[in-house]
């Protein structure tokens, strides 16, 4: 009787087994090729139909991938010198792309007329260890005559390197692998074939840091309906990825709140133009201004690779600053600005980057800080993508198309008088851009004397101080606590028995004051003393121009190259009350972007020796003129006045 009971026992215990099956998906395989690392994505993108011998011949004992180059090729008669030709190309244009993708290769005829393959091409395959040659059909009459076996693909792919399987013959895309040694992203992201997107399921040593995966630039052509293909892009982490979960800078909130469903509209626009998401980037925390190391405590802030490595990178779009100051395989992020997080890290990272025009698109699916200031734009070393995705971006709400540039150029904070090297540069750059523009002058200005020469009615004889002194942490702190805090504090409690979640001391404090220190009425007055002063402004300072969108240029200092070390300890942070000339063009609702010009030495701390830390200006226009500006860049760029930065310590 027992042993019937142990039986039934077990019986039931096997079918409750096997009755739950596991949830199981491939999640692609790591490799190394040649050295360097690679990831192999699960989605299948083609088979090749070869035989098993075939694919046999070209794989590697105990491995099953096997990696292979798809090439393009136009020409009539497919020779040695051809295919030596391709490969350099690839080699040269590609990151992704390596000799050992050789391993096999399968040729794609462009041409409008059949071509003929030439041998002997032994040779020439030999040299990179090419086990197996696939010509298409369009090379059939030729290949046969050569007793080479004919193979085909069940779907169209572009050139570039692949892995191929040597059981079936399945294609997967090929990602190189980087370690994110900056600690400038938050995860690796890979698309997914339903829209959706993933963490990049691969790591690779480099600091205990993210990995990032990156697919070939081969893959992609760019068109006028794909502007962006191929392009690596890099997010802000508080806008939303559909199947990403969104972070905002906090371990709680990452922790929170499942993936989100729906992908942030800007990120959409992005992604429907072609651009490819690498990952998610470093925010200080809930987009609020914060300095290394102190402030940044859920989480370490970003490097800035300039001067000595052990600079501040600025907030609150750090990883994007970082990512484009320190990465050749990085093309441009998304960030956001609501009172200078593009245009700080633009700047001390030595980057192009813009605050545009407010209001140009929806920030749906986007951490609010505060709708009243906040803008998306971006941080790049290429000032051609930067305007191309601007353009994308923005779309038909930023026009390029001027008959002329402005003649007039005002100037607030920029030195008359240079007595640093800094400040040399600087009037350097206003004096050639002077000559560029063919400005007869340049016309220093004081905001707040021109106010208080001339103040509007409406100001009831308030100096420009008193109107905005307190505007700006009034509307972060009172927009942002209804928007996020509350209903964050709210859906952490109920689930963790009643528990606040922690929050880093620079949103903690700014919250605290729009709670306590300021009166509940007070974002309304806020945003009437930023209309009273928007309206003055572009009728008396910063005034629209039909031929030229805005009559005058008006530039700042957005870096000076002064050093501004991490390891320095800190006071705690404060209320960001002022008037900032970055703030000023914040409430006028105006294009504000970054231009790094050069570069400054300084004596490092840290090194002990000479390094170099980028100069930076920020050019302003009326509000709508973002195109104006993008197009004064590209043209001072073909110039030869401004010039795309290159990686690492030194942007020049």
């Given at each position: 009787m027992m042993s019937l009971r142990m039986t039934r026992a077990v019986f039931t215990a096997i079918t409750l087994v096997t009755s739950t099956l596991a949830s199981i998906s491939p999640a692609g395989q790591s490799v190394v090729?040649?050295?360097?690392?690679?990831?192999?994505?699960?989605?299948?993108?083609?088979?090749?139909?070869?035989?098993?011998?075939?694919?046999?011949?070209?794989?590697?004992?105990?491995?099953?991938?096997?990696?292979?180059?798809?090439?393009?090729?136009?020409?009539?008669?497919?020779?040695?010198?051809?295919?030596?030709?391709?490969?350099?190309?690839?080699?040269?244009?590609?990151?992704?792309?390596?000799?050992?993708?050789?391993?096999?290769?399968?040729?794609?005829?462009?041409?409008?007329?059949?071509?003929?393959?030439?041998?002997?091409?032994?040779?020439?395959?030999?040299?990179?260890?090419?086990?197996?040659?696939?010509?298409?059909?369009?090379?059939?009459?030729?290949?046969?005559?050569?007793?080479?076996?004919?193979?085909?693909?069940?779907?169209?792919?572009?050139?570039?390197?692949?892995?191929?399987?040597?059981?079936?013959?399945?294609?997967?895309?090929?990602?190189?692998?980087?370690?994110?040694?900056?600690?400038?992203?938050?995860?690796?992201?890979?698309?997914?074939?339903?829209?959706?997107?993933?963490?990049?399921?691969?790591?690779?040593?480099?600091?205990?840091?993210?990995?990032?995966?990156?697919?070939?630039?081969?893959?992609?052509?760019?068109?006028?309906?794909?502007?962006?293909?191929?392009?690596?892009?890099?997010?802000?982490?508080?806008?939303?990825?559909?199947?990403?979960?969104?972070?905002?800078?906090?371990?709680?909130?990452?922790?929170?709140?499942?993936?989100?469903?729906?992908?942030?509209?800007?990120?959409?626009?992005?992604?429907?133009?072609?651009?490819?998401?690498?990952?998610?980037?470093?925010?200080?925390?809930?987009?609020?201004?914060?300095?290394?190391?102190?402030?940044?405590?859920?989480?370490?802030?970003?490097?800035?690779?300039?001067?000595?490595?052990?600079?501040?990178?600025?907030?609150?779009?750090?990883?994007?600053?970082?990512?484009?100051?320190?990465?050749?395989?990085f093309d441009i992020g998304l960030g956001s600005d609501t009172g200078g997080s593009i245009r700080g890290p633009s700047a001390v990272n030595g980057c192009f980057g813009n605050r545009p025009s407010h209001g140009l698109v929806t920030l749906d699916n986007v951490m609010p800080l505060s709708p009243a200031l906040d803008t998306p734009g971006f941080l790049t070393r290429d000032p051609l993508l930067w305007h191309t995705a601007a353009k994308v971006l923005y779309g038909t709400n930023i026009t390029s198309n001027f008959t002329s540039l402005p003649k007039k150029i005002l100037t607030t904070g920029v030195p008359t008088v240079a007595s640093t090297e800094s400040q040399a540069i600087q009037l350097d750059f206003l004096h050639t851009l002077q000559a560029f523009l063919g400005a007869k002058s340049t016309t220093p200005i004081v905001p707040a004397s021109l106010w208080a020469a001339n103040p509007p009615d409406e100001a009831n004889g308030v100096s420009l101080s008193e109107l905005l002194n307190l505007a700006y942490p009034t509307l972060i702190s009172h927009q942002q606590y209804n928007l996020v805090t509350q209903p964050f504090y709210a859906d952490y409690a109920a689930a963790n028995n009643g528990k606040r979640p922690f929050v880093d001391p620079s949103p903690l404090i700014r919250w605290a004051f729009g709670q306590t220190s300021v009166p509940a009425d007070a974002s309304t007055q806020a945003i009437r003393n930023a209309t009273i002063f928007r309206k003055w402004w572009e009728q008396n300072v910063v005034v629209p121009s039909p031929e030229s969108c805005s009559e005058s240029l008006l530039l700042y200092v957005q870096s000076s190259g002064s050093p501004n070390y991490r390891n320095v300890y800190r006071s705690a942070p404060g209320i960001p009350t002022g008037i900032s000339t970055g703030r000023l063009s914040g409430f006028a609702e105006e294009p504000d972007m970054v231009f790094p010009i050069r570069q400054v030495s300084y004596n490092s701390s840290i090194t002990l020796q000479e390094e170099m830390l980028p100069v930076a200006v920020s050019v302003v226009a009326a509000k709508g003129c973002d195109g104006m500006i993008f197009t004064l860049a590209e043209k001072l760029f073909a110039a030869g006045i401004l010039k795309m930065p290159k990686v690492g310590s030194m942007a020049f």
């Open positions: 090729v040649n050295g360097i690392n690679y990831y192999s994505a699960p989605e299948v993108v083609s088979i090749i139909d070869a035989t098993s011998d075939m694919l046999s011949r070209a794989s590697t004992i105990g491995v099953d991938l096997i990696p292979l180059t798809v090439f393009s090729d136009s020409s009539r008669s497919f020779t040695t010198a051809v295919f030596r030709s391709l490969v350099d190309n690839y080699t040269s244009s590609d990151d992704v792309f390596n000799t050992g993708f050789l391993q096999a290769i399968y040729l794609k005829h462009t041409g409008s007329a059949p071509a003929a393959v030439q041998y002997p091409l032994g040779a020439a395959l030999t040299k990179y260890g090419t086990k197996l040659f696939m010509p298409a059909r369009a090379y059939q009459s030729s290949v046969e005559a050569q007793g080479y076996s004919i193979t085909g693909w069940r779907t169209e792919l572009p050139a570039g390197p692949y892995f191929m399987s040597a059981r079936n013959g399945n294609v997967y895309q090929a990602y190189r692998l980087y370690p994110d040694t900056n600690m400038a992203f938050t995860e690796g992201l890979k698309a997914n074939n339903n829209g959706t997107y993933s963490v990049m399921s691969a790591a690779v040593y480099g600091d205990h840091t993210p990995t990032i995966g990156v697919p070939s630039r081969l893959y992609y052509t760019k068109t006028a309906a794909k502007p962006l293909a191929g392009v690596r892009l890099g997010v802000k982490d508080i806008y939303d990825i559909a199947g990403v979960k969104t972070g905002c800078g906090n371990r709680a909130y990452y922790g929170l709140y499942p993936p989100r469903t729906v992908t942030a509209p800007v990120v959409q626009r992005l992604i429907d133009a072609g651009a490819i998401i690498v990952g998610k980037q470093k925010t200080s925390q809930f987009a609020n201004g914060e300095s290394p190391t102190a402030d940044w405590v859920d989480y370490h802030c970003p490097f800035n690779a300039r001067g000595d490595g052990y600079q501040n990178p600025s907030s609150s779009s750090s990883g994007a600053g970082a990512s484009a100051g320190a990465y050749l395989w």
